[in-house]
């Protein structure tokens, strides 16, 4: 039955679900219709859907929202346990030229772009606090993004996350230097390393 085609795939996928994957699934449209209509799933924008059973995890539905988007800045600290500040916008970073409808809601989402080519250094996967899988900026390209755009974040958080990561046994000083050098702020690292440890 379609239907449970449907739950199948909204388990799978955290309780979020694409028109286009339920039709590459075999799933007619007008499934979706029927399940919207009596209360089983949630439309939350054209194409994207949720279980109506479950609590919309923001983080999921954002890059769901934003494909190419990838958790960046601070709230790449906060996955990472650099911040315990729970992120007020959330921040991601896009190839140069993407598009994507939720550019523009600038009170929930805070967007950085890179060149193409080092979009997907330093991605890693994060479980959100709800439990789904997303993908967020390693320690160490978090921290160099943090530095490099520090006049556009909150200076004492940014601060305050880079002593922390500097202390923390086990991170990776060789490849914190190496994208340091990739995104030119090995001077500025440096000198971080230098003060706070």
Do not use: W
């Not at 059973?53 to 600290?77: F, K, N, P, W």
């Not at 650099?82 to 007020?88: E, G, K, N, V, Y």
């Not at 193409?116 to 996967?125: P, R, S």
């Amino acid at each position: 039955m379609q239907k449970d085609t449907v739950l199948e795939l909204l388990r799978k996928n955290g309780g979020i679900l694409c028109a286009s994957q339920a039709r590459e699934a075999g799933v007619d449209n007008k499934v979706l219709q029927r399940m919207t209509e009596a209360g089983l799933i949630e439309k939350i924008e054209k194409g994207l859907y949720l279980d109506s059973s479950q609590m919309a995890d923001e983080y999921v539905v954002a890059q769901y929202r934003c494909r190419q988007g990838i958790y960046s800045h601070e709230t790449a600290l906060y996955f990472h346990g650099l911040s315990d500040r729970i992120p007020f916008q959330l921040m991601m970073t896009i190839p140069n030229g993407y598009n994507s409808r939720i550019l523009s809601d600038t009170e929930h989402y805070k967007f950085f772009y890179c060149r193409k080519e080092l979009h997907d250094l330093g991605v890693a996967a994060v479980v959100t606090p709800y439990g789904n899988e997303v993908r967020v900026y390693d320690k160490e390209r978090t921290i160099c993004d943090c530095i490099r755009k520090k006049e556009k974040l909150d200076n004492d958080l940014v601060v305050t996350a880079v002593r922390q990561y500097m202390n923390e046994k086990g991170n990776d000083f060789a490849r914190l230097l190496k994208y340091a050098e990739v995104f030119r702020v090995r001077n500025q690292v440096k000198q971080y390393m230098e003060v706070l440890t």
